[in-house]
C-alpha cells in the first residue's frame, strides 16, 4: 500500500482569510497613498519638500507603495512585500517623530504593525522566494522542488 503525503498547512482556512483581508486592506491603503505621490498632490509635494526628499523622494516612494500594493495580490511576493512595507513603515514613524509629528506618527505605526502581521503570516512565501531565488543564482535547481507554500491560491 502506498501513501501519498500531502504538504502540511501551515496556516488555517481561518488565518488564511484573515491575512488576505489584511492584505487587500494593505492593498488598498498603500495604492491611494500611491495616487497622491505619484499624480504630484499639492499636499504631497509640500511634505516632501518640508522632510527634505523633494520630488524624487516622493516619486520613489509612490512607486514602491504602488509595487507593494501589486504585490499584495501576488502570492510568492506578498510576504517579501509586506517585509518591505514595516521597514518603510519604520522609516515613516522615524521621520514622523523627527519632523514634530507626535500623536500623528501612529497612523504608519499602526499600518506597519498590520505589515508585519502579514509579513509574519507569509513567512513561507518569503522563505521559498528565497530559496528559488538562491538556487537560480547558484546555478543549481533542487532535486525535488518544494511544495507551494499555503498562500491561498
Same mark, same amino acid.
Given at each position: 500500500?502506498?501513501? %501519498?503525503?500531502?504538504?502540511?498547512? $501551515? %496556516?488555517?482556512?481561518?488565518?488564511?482569510?484573515?491575512?488576505? $483581508?489584511?492584505?487587500?486592506?494593505?492593498?488598498?491603503?498603500?495604492?491611494?497613498?500611491?495616487?497622491?505621490?505619484?499624480?504630484?498632490?499639492?499636499?504631497?509635494?509640500?511634505?516632501?519638500?518640508?522632510?527634505?526628499?523633494?520630488?524624487?523622494?516622493?516619486?520613489?516612494?509612490?512607486?514602491?507603495?504602488?509595487?507593494?500594493?501589486?504585490?499584495?495580490?501576488?502570492?510568492?511576493?506578498?510576504?517579501?512585500?509586506?517585509?518591505?512595507?514595516?521597514?518603510?513603515?519604520?522609516?515613516?514613524?522615524?521621520?514622523?517623530?523627527?519632523?514634530?509629528?507626535?500623536?500623528?506618527?501612529?497612523?504608519?505605526?499602526?499600518?506597519?504593525?498590520?505589515?508585519?502581521?502579514?509579513?509574519?503570516?507569509?513567512?513561507?512565501? $518569503?522563505?521559498?522566494?528565497?530559496?528559488?531565488?538562491?538556487?537560480?543564482?547558484?546555478?543549481?535547481?533542487?532535486?525535488?522542488?518544494?511544495?507551494?507554500?499555503?498562500?491561498?491560491?
Amino acid at each position: 500500500m502506498t501513501s %501519498t503525503t500531502t504538504p502540511r498547512r $501551515t %496556516t488555517s482556512r481561518a488565518a488564511n482569510a484573515g491575512l488576505w $483581508t489584511l492584505q487587500v486592506l494593505l492593498a488598498a491603503v498603500y495604492a491611494f497613498s500611491a495616487y497622491g505621490k505619484l499624480t504630484a498632490d499639492a499636499q504631497n509635494v509640500a511634505g516632501f519638500e518640508a522632510m527634505g526628499l523633494g520630488m524624487p523622494g516622493m516619486y520613489l516612494i509612490g512607486a514602491l507603495e504602488l509595487a507593494g500594493a501589486i504585490a499584495m495580490f501576488i502570492p510568492i511576493l506578498t510576504g517579501l512585500a509586506a517585509l518591505c512595507f514595516v521597514a518603510l513603515m519604520i522609516g515613516a514613524v522615524t521621520i514622523t517623530l523627527a519632523m514634530g509629528g507626535g500623536v500623528l506618527a501612529l497612523i504608519p505605526a499602526v499600518v506597519g504593525i498590520v505589515a508585519a502581521v502579514v509579513a509574519w503570516g507569509r513567512r513561507d512565501s $518569503t522563505r521559498a522566494l528565497v530559496s528559488a531565488s538562491a538556487a537560480e543564482v547558484a546555478g543549481t535547481t533542487p532535486a525535488r522542488r518544494p511544495a507551494r507554500p499555503d498562500c491561498g491560491a
